[in-house]
């Protein structure tokens, strides 16, 4: 008992106090900024357990200075800032926070395609400065939704509820594309799995929902978008990197698909004179995708149990490498 965490960010308050109340010694990092990977490291070697999130660098030169860490907790589904590889050899368990967040994340996948059919992040601003002028019977006109057929790239939990949605609000037709079939959700969404090429040239909107790995690292570049239909909607809600950012510019400025909602950018965070902004179908956002009350606060809750028990137990509710508890 009496183990030491470092919380490597500002973090919903709720973390912090149930791993306080359950006697643990905390230190929190208390600047808007993360730490950069030197004082990380410094930090880390004082304490037994790292509390920590995607703009932390936990790559292998960290993991070499800290292998005595007991537990990698990660405030975060997605953990792709962690080198897991290395983690696991050293025997390091990496705990994460999935589903917390599924809702929330969809709520921003399903607004921006409604944003972006409507273009209308680009008419908010023609308001703010001073451009809309009269309505107009035939300009600024974006398109439906309903009846449309709705890709989904990686269906999971988020992919899951985005999916519900447009099926729900907008009788969608789902099709999607995994590496693993999910034949629940095929029953449950009457989805149809096809493969990559059929998903791109098949889709309305296309929206992204995989982790990012080496096979999906911008595997919606040039290639791929070239593949999709000239009245097209690419949704991005997962991580930046899945896309060559270049390739989707070229491609929206061509016509090669016709608009774009993104909640995460290549790279981050997205600079103010990026072209992307100043185009008319398309709706950026800065990566507040699990940004709710509801799921920041589950998210604190479920990192923070997720060391609580692995002290308490050697089991983690929520692990990533569950390989390496077999030795604990
Ligand atoms: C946020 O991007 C997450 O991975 O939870
Ligand atoms: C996230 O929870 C996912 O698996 O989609």
Not at 61 to 71: N, P, Q, R, T
Not at 169 to 174: P, S
Not at 207 to 234: G, W
């Amino acid at each position: 008992a009496n183990k030491r965490v470092l919380i490597s960010r500002i973090f919903p308050e709720v973390g912090v106090e149930r791993l306080q109340s359950a006697g643990f010694t905390v230190t929190a990092w208390d600047q808007d900024r993360p730490m950069t990977q030197d004082e990380l490291i410094e930090q880390a070697k004082q304490h037994d357990a790292l509390f920590c999130t995607l703009s932390d660098k936990i790559d292998a030169k960290f993991l070499g200075e800290c292998s005595h860490l007991d537990i990698i907790s990660q405030f975060a589904v997605g953990y792709d800032n962690i080198d897991i590889v290395e983690a696991t050899r050293l025997g390091i368990p990496v705990g994460f926070t999935p589903d917390a967040m599924s809702n929330a994340t969809a709520d921003i996948a399903f607004g921006l395609m409604i944003a972006t059919s409507r273009k209308m992040f680009f008419m908010h601003k023609q308001i703010l400065s001073g451009s809309w002028t009269s309505f107009k019977p035939n300009a600024n006109l974006g398109m439906e939704l309903t009846g449309k057929t709705l890709g989904i790239y990686g269906l999971g939990r988020i992919g899951m509820e985005m999916a519900k949605r447009c099926k729900g609000a907008y009788n969608m037709k789902v099709i999607y594309h995994n590496r693993t079939r999910n034949e629940a959700a095929e029953k449950q969404l009457d989805a149809a799995y096809v493969a990559f090429a059929e998903l791109l040239a098949q889709s309305d909107v296309l929206s992204i929902h995989c982790a990012l790995t080496a096979d999906t690292r911008e595997i919606f570049n040039k290639a791929a978008f070239a593949q999709m239909k000239p009245t097209s909607i690419f949704i991005n809600t997962s991580r930046g990197l899945v896309h060559n950012e270049p390739d989707l510019i070229e491609a929206l400025n061509a016509g090669t698909i016709w608009g774009a909602g993104l909640d995460v950018t290549n790279p981050e965070p997205m600079q103010p004179d990026n072209p992307l902004l100043q185009m008319e179908n398309v709706s950026v956002l800065p990566h507040i995708g699990s940004a709710t009350m509801e799921a920041r606060g589950k998210m604190a809750q479920m990192a923070a149990e997720n060391i609580i028990e692995f002290y308490r137990s050697k089991h983690v509710p929520h692990i990533v490498n569950p390989e390496v508890l077999k030795n604990k």
